[in-house]
């Protein structure tokens, strides 16, 4: 056996341990070796297995099953065969001798020698190849590594070696070809890898080969993301896409789980085929692939290794691959058959009765059948057992078949099916309660069917067991909270039965379990959304009459203004006015809380802002906490609404301080001009390549725990106990949603919270426009202006202000009057100025008629919120101005004055609205 390099694993603090486990496992091995020898001379011939201590479990007990199975079929009593299996945790040596393990094994081989060594998977195929000759020389061995190629070369010269290997370049590349044949206009293939040793090994496999197979093909690698994170990198899924799930067992943060459970977490992803190379992946979602099965290996070894005990010479480099496909998958994704490769092998095609099971009223139907079907085997194997004297055999016989028949519609269910005795000890289940309970039928069995429901009170008892007396007629479900094997709980939706039998007695009970986690947090999801729209709404409705009143207020105020004498009066009646627009400017952010958030964004330096902010911050937070400014980068221009980006940093570092509390302690906002290279698959989103101005947030509070974290901007949700309204944080995640930006959290308890915000860089000019500017009433020449608006006491303050600033005005309450006087007198009007939202006629169906009349009238509309034009059919009128309530006179002068110099805007001409935002005129 030629030497070869050692190669160190990535997981030496858990093979480790295991190791130490097998160093103790071979010495109490050996004891009982020496015992043996003690009390026999002649020992059976003796196959050795050495497993390495490898993640693929599925794999290598699949191999042992089927290997000990071949010997046991083929040894004779003339010649006994031993097979004995060993996990030696030999990938965490390094460069030196595992000396130690060698010392054992060789006493071992001493006392109890090996007549065939098979050597499972690289790690233990190199220890064999390295100190083989040394622990067990003269021994044939039988080399198994489907990854062969990936380490030093073996020699397969050696007749006394055969080698069971199967190019890994070989079955990636097959199955990369077959997912282009089955979908031919595959455009997305997403190839998914954790970080252990074998993910990113099979990973650059695939790198080397999908430029010249897959040429046209976008290759998106998601490789050591978290569990949980996985579905969400993909969604949503592009048209004619596909999924290649490799080796996928510790992510980036050494978090630890099966390929298994990411492929539970795929499955749940629509329009997604996902393809393998691996067996036990193999029934479990995939759609199939070019698969070397374990199975097939363990028969094909055990060939050898009785082969070899015989003396006959053996051919190395012996494959078993072949394409396996998943008859399930195959119509979800309705993939033809026709296009499967020659020689591919089908299996679990489902019965078409059962792919139908969808709904509760075929499950009731399902129950009633199967509680027919148990009630006539027990009446069966009742009367059998009378007449068991006179036919024994065919009694047996007939209970064997009523037995895999119903064990085979109950395992059928994806659902925990439970069968109880009428005291409800568990004496039949399927399958399926280990993916809902956790554990198994043979560890289920025997237990109470009440000891896996977490009953909050004895309503719930009762309830649960009147459902189970209930008349057949009537089965409905209810939800309970159930136990799993770890100590969690799920909520389970139960239907449950009686089983009686012909003369009336209850021999039991049958019921359904069905884990609706998932589908009661969608429907939680659906009210929030539902209970957030009426509020929206709600809000509309008071805003659009509280701005009528701050109109009224700011009006009176102004035309008063206008006559007093008095500076002192002056100067009250301007703080009138100020206190008004305040007001508004609330009224505003109430309403972009439920509507749109992205309304009166423009072109800022977020660095402006954080200053102002800090100064508001350093006054709000109590002194034992230090607030520390960093900047790293030169420009931090973005595209966004100031007061929004100012509630948000208040929010988040008001939070900080809570979260400090009365200790010292720091909070540190940050601003990084950051350009990101490749996709970030962050806590809340993904952000892709691009500049950015990174906005951080880090406090060294208390922190949050892991389900805190996942539910902290969901509105309503506290962490305060009574204290806040848990809004704080929704509106925040609602402001960087609108702002196009991504939001990332990172918290532990105990070690404070860091809030990143990635808002994309603006490359343009700044608007030196967006601020307010102080300016001077402009007078009218008697003009003649035709005012509407359905609040009477607006209607007369905005005809009293307009009247005094030199204006002639017809106002009416009523727009279809209104219309009617218009048309009167067509040329009389020199500008209308109307509300929107007004009973009959609106506001735009108003100008819509007017400019049927006069195309060249200008036309000013006002509203309380710019939303409300949205949805509004603006195709055949032109507004020269929208103005939001409440105004000033300032604002509404020079938007009149600047229409009556101009004639059309340019926005009139190309048939748009233009919006204006209080002190900010747009033409």
């Known amino acids: ?70 010997i046991t079929e083929s040894s004779t009593s003339q010649a006994p ?128 080969l999908v430029d010249e197979l897959l040429p046209n093909v976008s290759i998106r690698y998601i490789s050591g993301l978290h569990i949980s994170e996985i579905a969400d990198a993909v969604t949503p899924v592009p048209e004619n896409s596909a999924g290649y799930l490799l080796s996928y067992e510790v992510d980036l943060d050494g978090h630890m789980f099966s390929t298994l459970d990411v492929l539970e977490e795929l499955n749940q992803v629509d329009n997604l ?42 051919s190395s480099g012996i494959g078993t691959a072949a394409y396996h496909f998943d008859g399930r998958q195959l119509d979800r994704f309705g993939i033809s058959r026709q296009l499967l490769p020659q020689g591919s092998v089908v299996e679990f095609d489902p019965f078409s009765v059962w792919t139908t099971y969808r709904s509760q009223i075929l499950a009731a139907i399902v129950v009633v059948i199967i509680q027919s079907l148990l009630i006539a085997a027990l009446l069966l194997s009742l009367k059998r057992r009378k007449s068991a004297e006179q036919s024994s055999a065919q009694h047996m016989q007939e209970l064997a078949l009523q037995k895999n028949l119903f064990e085979s519609v109950i395992n059928s269910f994806p659902d925990a099916i439970l069968i109880t005795h009428a005291d409800r000890t568990i004496y039949a289940a399927n399958e399926s309660t280990k993916d809902v309970f956790g554990i198994g039928p043979s560890e289920i069995i025997g237990t109470k069917a009440i000891q896996h429901i977490a009953f909050k009170d004895d309503a719930e008892k009762k309830a649960e067991q009147a459902m189970l007396d209930g008349p057949e007629t009537e089965l409905t479900p209810i939800i309970l909270e159930f136990k799993r094997s770890d100590g969690s709980t799920f909520a389970g939706e139960t239907i449950g039965t009686r089983i009686i039998s012909s003369g009336g007695e209850v021999l039991g009970y049958f019921s359904l379990v069905r884990d609706v986690t998932r589908r009661l947090r969608e429907e939680q999801q659906q009210r929030q959304s539902q209970k957030m729209e009426a509020l929206g709404n709600l809000v509309g409705g008071i805003a659009h009459d509280f701005n009528n009143v701050l109109g009224v207020i700011s009006a009176y105020a102004e035309i008063n203004s206008l006559t007093e004498t008095s500076e002192q009066s002056k100067s009250n009646l301007e703080k009138i006015v100020k206190a008004t627009q305040r007001g508004a400017e609330l009224c505003h952010q109430i309403l972009t809380f439920s509507k749109d958030m992205s309304v009166d964004q423009r072109p800022v330096e977020l660095e402006e802002i954080v200053d102002e902010t800090s ?55 940050e601003m990084v001009a950051k350009e990101v290279a490749e996709t970030l698959y962050l806590s809340q989103g993904t952000v892709e390549p ?161 400019r049927e009349r006069r195309a060249d009238l200008p036309c000013i509309i006002c509203t ?28 509404m002068s020079r938007s009149i004055s600047n229409l009556l110099q101009s004639g059309r805007s340019q926005s009139a001409n190309q048939n748009s609205i233009s919006a204006v935002s209080s002190g900010n005129s747009a033409a």
């Open 1 to 70: 056996m030629a030497n070869s390099v050692w190669h160190r694993s990535p997981r030496q603090s858990i093979a480790l341990c295991r190791a130490a486990v097998s160093a103790c496992l071979l010495f109490i091995a050996s004891l009982s070796v020496a015992q043996a020898v003690a009390q026999t001379d002649v020992l059976p011939n003796r196959i050795l297995i050495i497993h390495d201590s490898g993640d693929l479990g599925v794999w290598r007990d699949q191999f042992d099953v089927a290997f000990r199975d071949t």
């Open 81 to 208: 065969i031993r097979v004995s299996v060993i996990y030696s945790g030999i990938n965490v040596y390094d460069d030196q001798r595992p000396e130690s393990l060698i010392a054992m094994l060789k006493e071992q081989h001493a006392l109890d020698p090996v007549s065939v060594l098979v050597a499972v998977l690289p790690n233990s195929v190199e220890f064999a190849q390295e100190y083989g000759d040394e622990i067990y020389p003269g021994v044939p061995a039988i080399y198994v590594a489907p990854q062969l190629s990936q380490y030093p070369a073996l020699d397969s010269g050696n007749d006394e070696v055969v080698v069971f290997s199967e190019n890994p370049a070989s079955v990636v590349d097959a199955t990369l070809r077959l997912t282009k044949t089955l979908i031919p206009e595959l455009s997305t293939l997403y190839v998914f890898s954790g970080v252990d040793s074998y993910g990113p090994i099979q990973r650059e496999q695939v790198a080397s």
């Open 273 to 314: 085929p996902l393809f393998g190379s691996f067996d036990s992946l193999h029934g479990r979602g995939i759609v199939g692939g070019y698969m070397d099965f374990a199975e097939g290996r363990g028969r094909e070894a055990a060939k050898v290794a009785l082969a070899m005990l015989q003396g006959e010479a053996q």
């Open 615 to 669: 100064k508001m911050l350093r006054a709000m937070i109590p002194n034992h906490i230090e607030l520390k400014i960093r900047k790293e980068g030169e420009r931090f221009s973005v595209r966004a609404n100031p007061t929004q980006i100012q509630q948000v940093i208040l929010n988040l570092a008001t939070n900080a301080s809570l979260a400090i509390g009365e200790a010292n302690g720091e909070i540190l906002l």
């Open 690 to 850: 691009g500049n950015y101005v990174l906005l951080r947030v880090t406090d060294d509070g208390c922190g949050m725990s892991a389900e805190q974290t996942t539910r902290i901007f969901e509105p309503f949700y506290t962490t305060r106990g009574g204290e806040g309204t848990g809004m704080g944080l929704a509106i925040v995640y609602k402001i960087v949603r609108a702002h196009r930006a991504v939001m990332n959290l990172q918290s532990a308890e105990g070690k404070g919270t860091q809030f990143e915000i990635y808002l994309p860089l603006y490359a343009g000019e700044q608007d030196t426009n967006g601020a307010p500017k102080h300016e001077e009433l402009l007078p009218g020449q008697g003009e003649h202006i035709l005012l509407i608006d359905d609040e009477e006491e607006l209607l007369e303050s905005l005809d009293e202000l307009l009247s005094r600033i030199g204006y002639q005005v017809d106002a009416y309450t009523d727009s279809s009057e209104a219309l009617q006087q218009f048309h009167k007198q067509p040329d009389k009007f020199d500008l209308v100025i109307s509300d929107q939202v007004m009973p009959g006629l609106t506001g735009t169906g108003l100008i819509r008629a007017i």
């Open 864 to 891: 309380g919120h710019s939303d409300l034009l949205k949805g509004t059919d603006t195709s055949n009128v032109a507004v020269d101005r929208v103005m939001r309530k409440p105004f000033t006179a300032t604002e």
